[in-house]
């Protein structure tokens, strides 16, 4: 094999050099990973290792488009309230039964991250987790975990559900340009050529959880969630707590005919938040609204308290929210907290004046004034500057209010704006670019960027909402990145410790043997230097070792690709990183329980890229 007597340059020793200083970078976390990375840049530019004309090509590669286009489309479908509707289908077709809801979950966590970046499809189902949590009493301990090592797996359907994937058919490219003469030019993978490993991972996935992985999971009722916090605290402070429930109102009621704020004032009365009358549905219904058979309420409060209430007013009482499952999701609605400023209007008038439900949709639940929290005849309280208001509404009404400069909202919530009159249009607009990606005539890149101009040209999102969907931080990295797996090939470092590597193992050592090596070490490496500088630096030394052995060098680049994204053991990736925090989890079950998992990865991907090339 000639390149193992390939000797060490001047250029190999630099690349060597700059990618020790990246892994040590990523390693002790001094300097943030999107400036290492263009401090990376900056060197390989500074020392000759790539040309200055090719040096900022990453930024305009397909890979880096695509993620960006991935990250637009993404937020686009997110502004339809897709994802709300897919959280009360969840609850519908699990009926109650928890392994069934855990299961249906994370399926169809795992599909959606197919289309879109890991990070993403994560941040979109964080509510829904919550909402479901909530409605269920399974712990986000029990959820989050599951749900999150399904959508990592299912990145590995397509070619642009995680940043390896979209990287890998950029980084063959550039391969070809180093290959050795004889050697036969890489082809880029189609969108959905890794789809039957992508199944059998989610599969794996889902049976890991089925049988063994569930009974490790922590079992704390949330524990340390955002959304626990949250409840906690409204719990506490304006002892505002309990489940939402429905309340159908049935012939023999007394409640027909009467008021919302009647109903209100009735003795052992829960919240009441939400009322459907005839095919209107809606929260904060005003004072005035009058109730008939079969008009249905969404209340808030104690079990016990609600099924009172509905017992001693002929009110049909039901868990399951048929009707509100989308107006309570807490991505669109909850509860809040806002200020009256001394400068406000309101001061000296009551909310019942103000007419806050009507003009706003805003129900108060409560005023805490001078430390003393009053929950009786609110409506009925004038107000004083200083008061703090708990509102309970929809997210893009609150903002109304805190645009008016008349109440300051101090609560954290979705500002985003909800488009879901968009949803059909959104649903056609992404299977148009699907469909163009999976033609051979146009790149990747190219098919999700039509996707992108045809939900801004439709108002599905506006500009500035896709500017704002971005990660910069992930583009920047990526695209700074690229140019060291060029160095790493063109300077000749790849085949150089390819063929070092060979040397060090037994002669005749099997292609299956070389390619697990290089899917844990691939994976090992992605706890230190994040999944896309692992691509980055083990594509090229894949490849160079593919072709020392006589292996696939292809097979052996998807390899890594998809072992880049095994890490269900540490915060380094993303998606863990989003839902430690949220689900009390700590180091040593991540380890755990991921380490298992990531075994069963690792086998899984040599096995089928075996089976496939």
Known sequence: ????????????????????????????????????????????????????????????????????????????????????????????????????????????????????????????????????????????????????????????????????????????????????????????????????????????????????????????????????????????????????????????????????SEVETLTGAPLL???????????????????????????????????????????????????????????????????????????????AELQLRRKYGLSLLAINRDKEVRRENVRDLPLRAGDMLVFHSIWADLAQVGASRELVVVTDYPKGKQRPHKLKIALLIFAVSMLLALSSRLPVSIALMTGVAGMLIAGVIEIEEAYAAINWKTVFLMACLIPLGWAMDSSGAAAWLAGHSLEQLPRGTPVWLLEITVALATTALSLVISHVGATIVMVPLAINLALAAGGNPTAFALIVALSASNNFMTASNPVISMITGPAGYTGTQLWKIGGPLSLIYSVVTVVMVSLLF
């Open 1 to 260: 094999m000639d390149d193992v007597a390939l000797p060490l340059t001047r250029d190999m020793v630099l690349v060597l050099g700059i990618t020790a200083f990246t892994m040590l970078m990523f390693l002790f976390e001094r300097v943030r990973a999107d400036v290492v990375a263009l401090v990376v840049l900056v060197l390989l530019g500074l020392t000759g290792l790539v040309e200055p004309e090719a040096l900022f090509n990453g930024f305009s590669g397909n890979a880096v488009i695509s993620i960006i286009a991935t990250m637009i489309l993404g937020a686009g479908l997110d502004r339809t309230g897709a994802l709300n509707r897919l959280a009360g289908w969840l609850l519908r077709r699990s009926h109650g039964d928890e392994r069934r809801l855990l299961l249906l979950t994370t399926a169809v966590a795992g599909l959606n991250s197919s289309f879109m970046q890991n990070p993403s499809v994560m941040a979109l189902y964080m509510p829904v987790a919550a909402r479901l949590s909530s409605r269920t009493g399974l712990s986000l301990g029990k959820l989050l975990l599951p749900v999150a090592a399904a959508i990592v797996m299912g990145g590995g359907l397509t070619m642009v559900g995680n940043s390896p994937l979209i990287l890998l058919n950029d980084l063959l490219l550039a391969a070809n340009a180093n290959l050795p003469s004889g050697a036969a030019t890489l082809e880029p993978l189609t969108m959905f050529r890794p789809l039957p490993i992508g199944i059998v991972l989610v599969a794996a996935s889902l049976a890991y959880f089925h049988y063994r992985g569930t009974r490790l999971l922590p079992d704390d009722d949330g524990k340390g969630a955002t959304p626990g916090r949250t409840q906690s605290y409204f719990a506490q402070a304006y002892g505002i707590e309990g489940d939402v429930f429905e309340l159908e109102v049935g012939a023999d009621s007394a409640l027909v005919g009467m008021t919302v």
């Open 273 to 351: 938040l939400a009322l459907k009358s005839g095919d209107d549905s809606r929260l904060s219904p005003p004072a005035d609204t009058r109730l008939w058979t079969g008009s249905v309420l969404g209340v808030l409060g104690p079990p016990p308290q609600v099924a009172n209430f509905a017992q001693a007013h002929s009110l049909r009482m039901s868990t399951r929210l048929a009707n509100f499952a989308d107006l309570f999701n807490p991505a669109r609605a909850g509860i809040s907290e806002a200020v009256v400023p001394a400068t406000s209007r309101y001061i000296g008038r009551t909310t």
